[in-house]
């Protein structure tokens, strides 16, 4: 009888202490071991979030969902989560807690993004809260969009290339085997003649290979040299034929004077004609004769000396020219007409 007493002890005691650690084991699940503080935030969809699901703060458990209160606002609902958190936790003002499910058969949770506000929330705080994204949604916008893409695009695309294709295939029965021999034709051609137009090209790369080296020889240095002093000695030239023109426009003032002057003395000469009549008597016939002489030289060199000063300064004015020209394009010694202008 005594050993039954022992037994029954010893049975109960077994199942108290399973049910005590039945009940520590339940509360470490649902993380009430210790205080809790309450707080709050509201969604517009809360599917897969009930009562007990959990909340995370980066990832850890921190607490879990208390109620769910569904409050209709400007004609919908919107729905009041309201969850505990572990006491003293600190959460940061500007964090943001958002319906987080991190697989396909995961269950919903209540992930906290933490903020970086030094300033923790006050118990019973409404935390900004950010609405779940529905990847099976989106999906089924896509499908749906590829649908009518297929039945409103693709069908009647498909549609033209067969027309398009059945045409180029009765083009071709009826007219593919005449320009198939065309283009055999023109292929026997080309390979007829592109020997002599190789040969050609390789003729001519040749020919502008000696035109090169000879006009590389035409523009040496040396050339160059002799060149630039041809030029400088018609520089010189024409210098000098502007100076002679300047001079001979002096002389042609002094002469201007020097006919004045004439004039003047052939009237003294002619009022001292009656005072060497007795000089000249003996000599009169050469003495007009020289007089005669000497006017016609005068009369003209008067009369042309106007022409000759204006053909010294065009020959001036030419030789200018062509020295300007010959600084331009040396060419025009040696080829005697100036290049054509490579750049339109």
Do not use: C
């Amino acid at each position: 009888m005594k050993s039954n007493h022992i037994n029954y002890f010893f049975v109960g005691s077994f199942v108290l202490l399973a049910l005590v650690g039945l009940v520590i084991a339940i509360a470490a699940l649902s993380g009430r071991t210790g205080g809790t503080e309450i707080y709050h935030a509201v969604y517009n969809n809360v599917t897969g979030i009930k009562v007990g699901t959990r909340v995370l703060y980066e990832g850890f458990q921190i607490g879990q969902v208390e109620t769910i209160e569904p409050k209709p606002k400007q004609g919908r609902m919107q729905f009041k989560v309201d969850f505990s958190v572990r006491e003293g936790w600190k959460i940061p003002e500007n964090s943001v807690m958002q319906i987080s499910v991190t697989g396909l058969l995961a269950a919903a949770s209540l992930a906290i993004s933490a903020g970086d506000s030094e300033n923790p929330l006050k118990p019973g705080a409404k935390l900004k809260s950010k609405e779940q994204g529905n990847i099976f949604a989106a999906i089924s916008s896509v499908a749906e969009d590829m649908r009518e893409l297929s039945e409103t695009s693709l069908k009647p695309l498909l549609g033209t290339v067969d027309k398009a294709v059945g045409t180029i295939g009765t083009m071709l029965e009826k007219d593919g085997k005449v320009l198939f021999r065309e283009l055999g034709n023109l292929a026997r051609d080309l390979s007829e003649r592109t020997p002599k137009i190789v040969d050609n090209v390789e003729d001519f790369t040749v020919r502008m290979k000696k035109m090169s080296v000879q006009l590389n020889g035409l523009v040496s240095q040396a050339n160059k040299a002799k060149l630039e002093g041809v030029v400088a000695k018609m520089d010189a030239a024409a210098e000098n034929f502007v100076d002679l023109s300047n001079t001979l426009g002096k002389t042609q003032i002094k002469l201007d004077g020097l006919l004045t002057n004439m004039s003047g003395t052939v009237g003294n000469v002619n009022s001292l004609v009656g005072d060497i009549n007795t000089t000249v008597r003996d000599n009169k016939l050469d003495i007009e004769k020289t007089i005669i002489d000497s006017r016609y030289v005068m009369d003209s060199l008067a009369r042309h000396i106007d022409s000759v000063n204006q053909n010294m300064e065009e020959a001036a004015r030419n030789m200018k020219e062509f020295s300007r020209q010959i600084r331009q394009n040396p060419g025009l010694l040696l080829s005697g007409a100036r290049p054509e202008e490579s750049a339109k």
